[in-house]
């Protein structure tokens, strides 16, 4: 496969939030996952889990959606401030019907944006909640001067304002978060947008709750009758092997059947943000509102014996290649897509990380945002060559260098790339991958580096060509310096 970069010509850039995080009070991420309290044995600042922030600081995560998910829209924010033990209960009706203590709430939230060093991602409810409701907690958390929210923030131990850099309007108001139609939607959102006001130096971004999958006629009618009003809509699609929500596939023991159906289903993206996109031109020809996947990943079964309402699963080299692909799908449509974010950050879904008690392992799902970090708000860079089966990539250059991110998701084959930039030599700053034996390779609690990041050497670089040997069932990234 023969690849050339156009190093000179300019690209979009590539926005850092596309490795955005979602963490939802569901089954054990935001709890166990995320916050153990101050009590907790295990190391935990604040109560949040060192090792996770520690993790996930160093990829370099740009953004967390909080709290939800279904879960937004039956959140009532003022469940979660004040006195940790004169919290009132809930229950968790969307997510295995659990007792929800409100332990974590907007304080613990920020602490843990703090601890990040990111940005935060607030998805309000418009489903079970009121106007003033939502309007309350944006003034609660951005407003600095004197005011009712402002003052009651102070009294729960917290000076100064927050930052909310993102805040979304609801969350899949056609399903979980109300079952309305598109045109129903559409006025609500012009409502409750109005009073997610700008009370500190910030903005707000402002997301629109946007399609499921492919249902083309939400975009059409939420563009027509409310892009003014908004900075971003969403989108969310999940990867299924089977495409049968009632038996997804299994995360680790499945045929390779599945590890194709799954991969395709996830390069189904591709599609899905053309023909968004599309309809968004009609409105947006400028492409000034975002789209934002702010639900993405595969979906399996869960782990056996965990609880079907926890959506535990594990993750194999297989989603790793998906991670690879669908990335290299946002940063090909980086002028519409501003941000995106993986469900779930921690024990849910498609995870950066699992934990067990006080032990937490990195996926292979991590790995790649780890490999693709380099790409955070680079400047894409065009191509052109062959197509090869089984391949996808992504060039980016920043701050001097050129990073290529390279996806072999093919079972068995090797796959020789050569590489050639029209200008210009490849000099080589750092390379490393991951890649795997068998397409079940997972990390446990007991070994928990069987799928881990390496050196890659397995590159020629000759006069301005760069020839690769890239094993199946791995992804690469090849730093060069730009010159
Ligand atoms: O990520 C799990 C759930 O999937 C979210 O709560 C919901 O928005 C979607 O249906």
């Known amino acids: 496969m023969q690849v050339n970069l156009l190093v000179d010509k300019q690209g979009p850039t590539i926005s850092k939030y596309i490795y955005g995080q979602f963490a939802e009070h569901l089954g054990r991420c935001i709890y166990?996952?995320?916050?153990?309290?101050?009590?907790s044995d295990i190391p935990n600042e604040n109560g949040i889990r060192k090792d996770v922030v520690?993790?996930?600081?160093?990829?370099q995560i740009p953004v967390v959606r909080w709290p939800g998910g279904c879960f937004a829209d039956e959140y009532h924010w003022k469940d979660g401030i004040g006195p940790i033990e004169n919290r009132s209960t809930i229950v968790n009706t969307h997510w295995g019907g659990v007792t929800e203590n409100n332990h974590?709430?907007?304080?613990?939230?920020?602490?843990?944006?703090?601890?990040?060093?990111?940005?935060?991602?607030?998805?309000?409810?418009?489903?079970?909640?009121?106007?003033?409701?939502?309007?309350?907690w944006v003034e609660y958390m951005t407003m600095n001067g004197e005011s009712p929210m402002a003052n009651l923030r102070r009294q729960n131990g917290q000076e100064e304002a927050w930052k909310v850099a993102f805040f979304g309007v609801g969350n899949e108001s056609w399903g979980c978060g109300g079952n309305m139609r598109p045109e129903y939607y559409a006025?609500?959102?012009?409502?409750?947008?109005t009073y997610v006001r700008k009370y500190g130096e910030h903005n707000i971004y402002k997301i629109a709750c946007g399609a499921n999958v492919d249902d083309y006629n939400w975009t059409e009618v939420l563009m027509k009758n409310a892009a003014r009003f908004m900075d971003g809509i969403s989108l969310h699609h999940y990867s299924i092997p089977t495409r049968v929500w009632q038996d997804k596939g299994d995360a680790v023991n499945f045929p390779e059947e599945q590890w194709y159906s799954v991969l395709e289903h996830a390069q189904y993206m591709d599609e899905l943000i053309t023909k968004h996109s599309t309809i968004m031109d009609k409105y947006d020809p400028e492409k000034r509102v975002g789209l934002i996947v702010d639900e993405w990943g595969a979906w399996y079964n869960v782990e056996p014996g965990t609880n079907p309402g926890f959506l535990y699963q594990q993750n194999t080299i297989r989603d790793a290649m998906l991670a690879a692909i669908t990335l290299?799908?946002?940063?090909k449509h980086a002028d519409r897509v501003h941000m995106?974010?993986?469900?779930?950050?921690?024990?849910?879904?498609?995870?950066?990380?699992?934990?067990?008690?006080?032990?937490?392992i990195k996926t292979p799902t991590y790995?790649?945002?780890?490999?693709?970090?380099?790409?955070?708000?680079?400047?894409?860079?065009?191509?052109y060559g062959d197509e090869s089966n089984h391949v996808t990539y992504t060039a980016s250059k920043k701050d001097g260098k050129l990073t290529v991110s390279l996806c072999n998701y093919d079972l068995t084959e090797t796959r020789e790339i050569t590489l050639s930039?029209?200008?210009?030599?490849?000099e080589i700053v750092e390379a490393e991958y991951i890649t795997a034996d068998t397409m079940n390779a997972h990390n446990t609690f007991e070994e928990p580096e069987a799928v881990a990041k390496k050196e890659f050497t397995s590159y020629i670089v000759e006069k301005g060509t760069l020839k690769v040997t890239l094993p199946p069932m791995s992804v690469a990234s090849i730093i060069t310096k730009e010159n």
């Not at 166990?32 to 009590?39: L, S």
Request: hydrophobic share 40%; aromatic share 10%; charged share 25%.
């Open 32 to 39: 166990e996952g995320v916050w153990i309290g101050t009590d």
């Open 54 to 59: 520690n993790a996930l600081k160093e990829i």
């Open 104 to 136: 974590f709430g907007t304080h613990e939230f920020f602490e843990l944006i703090r601890q990040l060093d990111c940005e935060a991602y607030i998805n309000g409810n418009v489903g079970s909640g009121t106007v003033q409701e939502m309007q309350e």
């Open 187 to 193: 006025d609500l959102y012009r409502r409750y947008q």
């Open 328 to 331: 290299n799908i946002f940063h």
């Open 340 to 360: 995106a974010n993986i469900a779930q950050m921690v024990n849910v879904l498609q995870a950066m990380l699992l934990t067990e008690g006080e032990k937490m």
């Open 367 to 383: 790995h790649v945002f780890d490999l693709y970090k380099h790409h955070q708000d680079a400047e894409l860079v065009d191509s």
């Open 421 to 426: 930039r029209e200008k210009g030599e490849f």
